[in-house]
C-alpha cells in the first residue's frame, strides 16, 4: 500500500468521523505485514517509534512547493495496554515491543539484495542491519508507518502500528 495510498485513506477516514462527530475518544490500530529484523519469522511487532531512512521520527510530505515535517509519534499508552492484552495468560501469541523503520521502496531502501538494483555490498547491508537493531531497536521494515503515526498524532488521536513479519 505505502505511506500514500494509506494517507488517502485515512484523510478519508478521519473526514467521515468528522462529518459524523465520532472522533471522540477514537483510537486507530494499524495491522499490516512487514519484514522482521532479528525477530523469529510469525512474530507480532508492536511498534513504540517510527523511523524513516535516515532514522528520523518525522513524515516529510511537500505541500505547496515546500517541505512539511510532521512528527510520526504513536501511543505509548497504547502500546503498553496492547502488549498487556497480547501477553495475557492462555494467549500463545509470540509479541514485542520495538521500532520500526518506514521505507518508501520494497528493496533497496530495506536493504534487500534480490530487487532490480543492489549498489551496496553485503557488508554494507550487515553494518546497517546491526545499527539498525542495536542502535534504534529496530524489528521490522514496513512502508506505511510513518504516516499512519503522523497523521493520527497530527489529528490528536490515538494510534499505533501493530505488525507480523511475512
Known amino acids: 500500500m505505502g ?11 478521519l473526514k467521515l468521523l468528522h462529518y459524523a462527530q465520532a472522533s471522540k475518544d477514537v483510537k486507530f490500530i494499524r495491522i499490516g ?7 523469529p519469522g510469525g512474530t ?9 531512512g535516515i532514522y528520523e521520527s518525522f513524515y516529510d510530505q511537500y505541500i505547496l512547493g515546500k517541505l512539511v515535517r510532521r512528527p510520526a509519534s504513536l501511543d505509548r499508552k ?16 509470540p ?4 521500532n520500526t523503520m ?8 530495506q536493504a534487500r539484495i534480490d530487487g532490480a538494483f543492489c ?6 547491508r550487515r553494518d546497517f542491519m546491526e545499527k539498525c537493531y542495536l542502535d534504534y531497536g529496530i524489528r521490522n521494515f514496513e512502508m506505511e508507518s510513518l504516516a499512519f503515526a503522523a497523521m493520527t498524532h497530527h489529528a490528536k488521536l490515538r494510534g499505533k502500528n501493530l505488525i507480523r513479519p511475512a
Do not use: W
Request: hydrophobic share 40%; glycine share 8%; charged share 20%.
Open 119 to 124: 549498489e551496496f555490498s553485503n557488508q554494507d
Open 44 to 52: 507480532t511487532v508492536i511498534s513504540d517509534r517510527v523511523y524513516n
Open 33 to 39: 505485514t512487514c519484514g522482521g529484523v532479528g525477530v
Open 3 to 13: 505511506n500514500p495510498s494509506l494517507s488517502i485513506m485515512l484523510h478519508e477516514v
Open 102 to 109: 518506514c521505507a518508501d521502496d520494497f528493496y533497496e531502501e
Open 78 to 93: 497504547l502500546c503498553r495496554d496492547l502488549m498487556f492484552h497480547a501477553t495475557k495468560p492462555g494467549i500463545s501469541l
Open 95 to 98: 509479541v514485542v515491543v520495538g
